[in-house]
């Protein structure tokens, strides 16, 4: 089964963001962030199960190599749903609220 990558709106203003932040301090570094999340969403698409789940929604947690930041994702049907990219610096409460992490 081929899985269709759908970013949510969230996620979208994430990559946004994180892509200007770093465009700001290097001429070139937001592109190669969008370079890498590609990449990681090309290989989510093949692999979607690689990442271990981050709670009891199904949410998967897949962290970019070169950027503090990870792609919380879910399989749902035909689609792998982007849901957020987050900064690793980010309050851990904050993102066990948004994706539902339960301990136990």
């Known amino acids: 089964m081929s899985l269709r990558i759908v970013i ?51 949410i998967r947690k897949a962290p970019m190599h070169n950027y503090p930041h990870a792609v919380y994702y879910r399989i749902a049907g035909d689609e792998l749903r982007i849901l957020g990219v987050v900064h690793g610096a980010t309050d851990p409460k904050t993102t066990k609220a948004r994706f539902g992490k339960f301990s136990g």
């Open 8 to 58: 949510t709106a969230p996620a979208r203003v994430e990559i946004a963001q994180a892509v200007t932040y770093y465009e700001e301090q290097r001429p070139s570094a937001g592109v190669k962030f969008w370079i890498e999340f590609k990449n990681l969403a090309k290989r989510l698409k093949t692999f979607p199960e690689l990442y271990s789940r981050f709670g009891k929604r199904g």
